[in-house]
């Protein structure tokens, strides 16, 4: 560890609960590096966080431009949080595009940290801004804080004895933003100085500069009077127990795939072909090796289905994962695993569409397809995670159903979920539940014949590894004769096998839990029922509005095929139930068909997650109408 700094105490400090922080420039400033860096310190630190990074579609969008700004926001405090704040507290800008594009969502009389290097006539003219007209020396911003820094000639300043180039050094001035944050936020610098040091190991000359423009930034801070009016914040950490890390939505999946096949003692396979935002799963169980964890980048969507499912019949926990483009591609032999009736979790990572789509924007509108997406009549349990920390149980609740119940499982998250992160108490592996496989034995030549569709009381099937004594079988996508599991035609089989497939789904509610409350009264005026990502944003609205004396409560599904048996009774003791989706309106489909009810449909399809600020307006409206 390197050795702290110290500040001098001529500046007051004030002490905040919690507070949202944006950096915003273009994509070629380091933001999302600078904010997860930021997102480090605070987690290492221990407050509460939450971030969301927010970037580009595009490769490489126009430098300067609005379409090329990219941003990392993240609300961190002494209490828990949930979103990364509905509008934020203080905004990093390093362009003027990036300004543009963002103050909207800046409190009013929040406080604007401006490179102003990025507010040249170039800029200005790339971003849109009138010929002549400058926001932080016009007076259009006077409804907020703003401390023009000129970050790119202080960064140039600090590192003019590195022998670096200019295009080295200026690389450095998003370190400098963050030294400069550390210090206005009373964070230590040490976490990010040790990650430079481990990154750039075989080039000290390169981590030296970069801890040089941090170092430089801190002391910007503390030396220079811009602030002294301002003067510092701090918030305290929680009060934590335990071992903590921070960890993103797609690293807990990866995780969470991993503990399950450890306690089924099974191997772990993942066939993956890349696409955003679902790859770092690919890219965190490549480097699980040692752990029995077995990872194959295939060819194509299909190829990567189809090998999972051959790791499947094998006897690995098998899976898959991708986006709505690649879970298109991956239809027909996502039948064949419902037909084989095998195990398989396929990990779908939602983004906007359709197409292509918006890649890099989160939405949840692939929830129709997980549901009907296949030809035939091919059911599969669904299931959706609601944080980036409930990746890890969602996941890990997505293996045991499909090893325990011998049939795929859809494991729903989306881009918002994915990418941001959260501190992470690391669970232990006595608190997770057992997931028991059920194999059948070998068998003698005196047995009576294997019966590979011979079902039990769920109507599951057994699971047969294949070069195991007197289990030899028929296998493939044609349809099977009940119990003997050869090919047939008969009409009256196949309705029969089509319904018990269809059973098999609907008795796996059996082995879930009963839908519960997050909060608020077992009765009363509205439910907020949400299901994924939505979940940070209602359950603060819903503390809001009980807090107002409001009658309004929140259940949040995990399960969603099939739903948990008590469901309809839960949302029968309420005179109004709501849904909040990022997408045309999904879920209220699903319940109006299953309970013969209509709920109130509030919808989102910007390629961004619900804010609470939405949610309680919306809480608000409804009660008032009714």
């Not at 006595?430 to 079902?455: V, W």
């Amino acid at each position: 560890m390197s050795e702290p700094i110290s500040s001098t105490s001529k500046f007051t400090v004030t002490p905040k609960t919690s507070v949202s922080v944006l950096f915003a420039g273009d994509s070629g400033d380091g933001m999302q590096l600078t904010g997860t860096q930021f997102a480090n310190t605070v987690a290492v630190y221990g407050a509460d966080l939450n971030t969301f990074p927010n970037f580009p579609s595009e490769i490489r969008a126009p430098a300067g431009t609005i379409a090329g700004v990219s941003g990392f926001q993240l609300q961190f405090g002494s209490k828990p949080v949930y979103t990364p704040g509905a509008k934020f507290d203080v905004m990093v800008a390093m362009n003027a595009a990036a300004l543009k594009a963002n103050l909207k969502d800046l409190h009013r009389g929040g406080i604007i940290i401006a490179c102003t290097d990025g507010f040249d006539e170039k800029n200005l003219k790339l971003s849109g801004y009138p010929e002549g007209a400058n926001p932080i020396e016009d007076g259009t911003l006077s409804n907020y804080i703003v401390f023009p820094v000129p970050v790119l000639q202080l960064t140039r300043e600090a590192l003019k004895d590195t022998g670096l180039s200019n295009k080295e050094i200026d690389r450095c001035k998003n370190m400098f933003i963050l030294g400069l944050l550390y210090w206005l936020y009373s964070l230590p610098i040490e976490t990010t100085v040790d990650m430079l040091h481990a990154k750039f190991g075989k080039n000290a000359t390169i981590a030296e500069a970069n801890i040089r423009a941090i170092k430089g930034g801190y002391f910007f801070g503390d030396e220079t009077e811009i602030f002294a009016n301002l003067g510092r914040f701090d918030i305290s950490p929680t009060k934590q127990h335990g071992t903590y890390r921070r960890v993103t939505g797609n690293e807990a999946c990866a995780i969470g795939l991993t503990a399950a096949a450890k306690k089924a003692g099974l191997e772990l396979f993942l066939g993956s072909y890349p696409i955003t935002p679902a790859t770092e799963i690919l890219q965190t169980l490549a480097k699980m090796k040692k752990w029995g964890v077995k990872t194959f980048q295939a060819e194509d969507e299909i190829a990567g289905v189809l090998t999972s499912i051959g790791a499947a019949y094998g006897g690995a926990l098998a899976a898959t994962n991708t986006s709505g483009p690649g879970l298109a591609l991956k239809t027909e032999a996502l039948g064949l695993a419902v037909m084989l009736e095998l195990p398989l979790v396929v990990i779908n990572v939602q983004r906007g569409g359709p197409s292509t789509g918006l890649p890099t924007k989160p939405e949840q509108s692939d929830l129709m397809m997980a549901m009907y997406g296949r030809h035939g009549e091919a059911p599969m349990p669904i299931v959706a995670a609601y944080s980036p920390v409930d990746c890890f149980y969602t996941t890990y609740e997505a293996s045991r159903i499909a090893i325990e119940h011998m049939t795929p499982v859809m494991c729903l998250t989306d881009g918002y979920l994915a990418l941001s992160s959260e501190p992470w108490q690391v669970e232990s592996a006595g608190n997770l539940s057992d997931i028991n496989p059920r194999f059948s034995p070998e068998r003698n030549a005196d047995d009576p014949p294997f019966l590979p569709y011979k079902r039990d009381e769920r109507h599951v099937r057994p699971w047969a590894i294949p070069g195991t004594r007197g289990l030899e079988h028929r296998i493939g996508g044609l349809e099977k004769q009940h119990e003997t599991g050869h090919v047939s035609t008969d009409p009256d089989n196949h309705e029969l096998m089509t319904r018990l497939r269809a059973e098999k789904i609907e008795k796996i509610a059996d082995s879930i839990p009963l839908q519960t409350l997050d909060n608020g009264p077992e009765k009363g005026d509205l439910l907020i029922l949400g299901w994924g990502s939505s979940y940070g944003a209602i359950k603060t609205a819903v503390e809001q509005a009980l807090a107002k004396g409001l009658s309004v409560a929140h259940a949040h599904l995990r399960y969603l095929n099939p739903f948990p048996k008590n469901l309809g009774e839960l949302m029968g003791n309420y005179k109004t139930v709501l849904i909040p989706e990022n997408n045309y309106g999904q879920l209220v489909h699903l319940i109006r068909d299953k309970y013969l009810f209509a709920p109130v449909s509030f919808t989102k399809v910007k390629g961004l997650p619900f804010n609470e600020m939405e949610i309680l307006e919306k809480i608000t409206d409804l009660i008032k109408e009714h």
